[in-house]
Every structure is written in C-alpha cells, then in structure tokens.
C-alpha cells in the first residue's frame, strides 16, 4: 500500500514538475516595533530563478480577507512591498508601512503572483514595544512565527 502511494506521488512529480517547485512564501521576520511604522521581510521559497526574479507582492484585496473571514487591518495605511536579495542570495519581500502601527497583534494576507503561481499566505504579527535599557540602543527584532498558509495556483 505504502510503496503504491510513494509511486503515484513520484509520478505525479514527473508529470506535474511546476506544481513541485512553486514559489512559496516563508516565515516572517519583524525588523520594527510597537508604535512604529511596519518593516518586516517575508522569505521566498522553493522558486525556480525564473520566478524568483520579478515576483509581484501585495497586500490581499479587501474582498479576500473577507472571504478568509479575517478583518482588514485599517491600521497600516499603505504597506509596500518590495523585492530584495540578500547578501547571502537569498530572496526576500520586504514590506513597509507608511504609517505608525498601534494595534499589539496584526494579522495580513500577503499574496504574491510570479510567472506560473498565485500564492496567498496569513501572518499574524506580535508587535512588541521596544525595549531600551540605560545606555544602550533599541534591542534586536526577534523573528516573528506565522500563521496559516494557503495556495493558489
């Protein structure tokens, strides 16, 4: 039973070889705080280079959240999304806001369109107020888990 299904997946890989390596989009990492404006960056995996080129990022449409059941976060204003490789060749989404966020927990949908694949994730966001101590600078972002996942294609 076990090595019948392992044939089919297998064959389904050989069949479907896009569906195998679809861009998908990683974990969230907060670089802000608290009463700040939003800055954070959403890896992108499992893309080929074609897709990872000139990937198209946004926040989900009005209509979207609501069919996830999910409110609109009325608190971040206008997010831009921007493509970026890292030093190290990784690619990343980095998103900014242009407003100050008050609101503790954020919850987005972020939707990216590459070449082949529309991807659609859920993150929620636990904004922390900064921390200082006496003499020394804002501490380091922690990397933020994320919530939810969904694809489209």
Same mark, same amino acid.
């Given at each position: 039973m076990?090595?019948? &299904?392992?044939k089919w997946a297998l064959a389904s890989l050989v069949i479907f070889p896009p569906a195998a390596f679809a861009l998908g989009l990683g974990d969230v990492r907060l670089l802000s705080s608290l009463n700040a404006p939003l800055d954070a960056e959403i890896e992108l995996v499992g893309a080929t280079p074609e897709e990872m080129t000139n990937p198209k990022a946004q926040l989900a &449409? =009005?209509?979207?959240?609501? =069919?996830?059941g999910l409110d609109w976060p009325a608190s971040v204003g206008t997010i831009t999304f921007t493509p970026q490789t890292k030093s190290d060749g990784r690619t990343v989404i980095r998103m900014r806001s242009s407003q100050s966020i008050t609101d503790p927990f954020l919850t987005l949908l972020v939707e990216v369109n590459s070449l082949r694949n529309r991807t659609v994730r859920e993150y929620t966001l636990l904004l922390d107020p900064p921390v200082f101590a006496p003499g020394e600078q804002q501490s380091a972002p922690v990397a933020a888990p994320a919530t939810g996942a969904g694809t489209r294609g």
């Amino acid at each position: 039973m076990v090595a019948k &299904s392992v044939k089919w997946a297998l064959a389904s890989l050989v069949i479907f070889p896009p569906a195998a390596f679809a861009l998908g989009l990683g974990d969230v990492r907060l670089l802000s705080s608290l009463n700040a404006p939003l800055d954070a960056e959403i890896e992108l995996v499992g893309a080929t280079p074609e897709e990872m080129t000139n990937p198209k990022a946004q926040l989900a &449409s =009005r209509e979207l959240f609501a =069919r996830y059941g999910l409110d609109w976060p009325a608190s971040v204003g206008t997010i831009t999304f921007t493509p970026q490789t890292k030093s190290d060749g990784r690619t990343v989404i980095r998103m900014r806001s242009s407003q100050s966020i008050t609101d503790p927990f954020l919850t987005l949908l972020v939707e990216v369109n590459s070449l082949r694949n529309r991807t659609v994730r859920e993150y929620t966001l636990l904004l922390d107020p900064p921390v200082f101590a006496p003499g020394e600078q804002q501490s380091a972002p922690v990397a933020a888990p994320a919530t939810g996942a969904g694809t489209r294609g």
